[in-house]
């Protein structure tokens, strides 16, 4: 029974709250069954229910979701359903970790079906394929460092604001001397 209170702690802090679980033998296996509600409860009627496989490192079996909302206002008001379900077969192996063999998922509008026929766990990939080089890019031969670059907008405003100073001052020489000289 330990594995009910680390997957309780689990789900726990998700803002959901188990109201069963039990624990039930199929094909020489255990599959232990969650059902759990909102938490704080909700005005719609939701349930969650999950099957968890403890002998292949607490794979997901099968986990459902429903819910029964009220939409609408007044006499337009009517009751929606919606319904997701995700069951997942592995394949017979049992001395390596899970290995899906088939995920098929069923909801309120299509069920899809998922085969793998090749699903293989294997060595990391190499290094080499991180590079530039792999995909037929050339490779950097140095480190990108970027440099403070100098922007030469305050230079350009001050000879502007100098320019214009300088034009301010021509423009009102000439205006009095073209004054003056109309005396």
Not at 132 to 144: C, E, M, N, Q, W
Request: charged share 25%; hydrophobic share 35%.
């Amino acid at each position: 029974m330990s594995g009910f209170l680390a997957t309780t702690d689990l789900i726990k802090g998700q803002g959901i709250k188990i109201v069963s679980a039990d624990s039930i033998e199929v094909d020489h296996q255990t599959i232990y069954r969650y059902r759990a509600v909102p938490d704080p409860p909700r005005d719609d009627q939701t349930s969650i229910s999950m099957e968890l496989l403890p002998d292949r490192s607490w794979a997901i079996h099968h986990i459902a979701y429903e819910t029964t909302a009220t939409a609408g206002s007044g006499r337009r008001q009517f009751k929606q359903s919606y319904r997701e379900a995700i069951t997942v077969e592995y394949a017979a192996d049992q001395a390596s970790l899970p290995v899906p063999r088939r995920v098929r998922c069923e909801n309120s509008f299509r069920d899809e079906t998922f085969d793998f026929r090749r699903f293989t766990l294997g060595v990391a990939t190499p290094e080499r394929e991180f590079t530039l080089g792999y995909f037929g890019l050339p490779d950097a031969t140095s480190p990108i460092t970027l440099e403070p670059q100098r922007s030469d907008f305050a230079s350009w405003m001050f000879g502007l604001g100098g320019l214009s100073l300088i034009g301010a001052i021509l423009t009102r020489r000439g205006r009095a001397t073209s004054r003056n000289a109309s005396e």
